[in-house]
């Protein structure tokens, strides 16, 4: 697979993004946080793959998110869909780790319906994504069903990120920062893993 433009949004959504500055400049509001996203080498795919992992700095060995995406395009959209790993455990430290990552592909379980992200291009390699329209990205916070609302701005440099959760049956908001998005800063990049035999 050669696809010039799939390529160049994999090369900038794939890498090690950080907080670091927010996080120190306002210690208070924000947590220091990585977002790792590891672009995988496995034919099984048949598509552009990532391993996912994002976590507290603090506590590298504990992720509080873990997901594989595959990458696709319709058009002028590309499509980060979001899938369910069974026995996510055995992958944490994947992002730092790639030998850990062995055999993921065996362990895949669904694809989370309404939780693809879909992205569009706003100027010259920077995007805007949201997550798909439905309100059918559900997160079960304690008893309560809450949809996702969620939208990222991304470039080579930077991703912006702001992640929120609505009642299903109120719309009463129910988790999510009350003090703006998480501003991430690119600190590593996987550019080189990625040419026109990634697949």
């Known amino acids: 697979m050669g696809n010039k433009p799939i390529l160049e949004f994999a ?16 210690p208070k ?21 990532f391993y996912s992992e994002q976590r507290y700095q603090h506590d590298i060995w504990n992720p509080y998110r873990q997901s594989l995406n595959k ?4 058009k002028e959209i590309f499509i980060m869909s979001n899938h369910k790993l069974k026995n996510k455990e055995k992958f944490t430290g994947g ?6 990552l062995t055999g993921i592909s065996k362990y895949i379980s669904h694809e989370k ?23 059918n990205c559900i997160i079960q916070i304690g008893k309560k069903n809450t949809y996702v609302k969620s939208e990222v701005i991304l470039n080579n440099n930077s991703l912006i990120s702001e992640d929120s ?18 501003v991430f800063k690119k600190i590593d990049n996987f550019d080189d893993f990625i040419d026109i035999n990634w697949s």
């Open 71 to 74: 990458l696709s395009q319709d």
């Open 113 to 135: 319906s309404g939780c693809s992200m879909l992205f569009r291009e706003v100027n010259t390699g920077s995007f805007k994504g949201n997550i798909e329209t439905g309100r």
């Open 165 to 182: 959760g609505y009642d299903k049956e109120t719309d009463k908001k129910i988790w999510g920062s009350n003090h703006g998005p998480l």
């Open 95 to 100: 992002a730092l780790d790639m030998s850990i």
């Open 29 to 49: 509001n924000f947590a220091h946080i990585q977002i790792h996203i590891r672009p995988l080498f496995l034919k099984s795919f048949k598509c552009y793959a």
């Open 11 to 26: 090369k900038i959504i794939s890498g090690i993004f950080s907080n670091k500055e927010q996080a120190l400049g306002n």
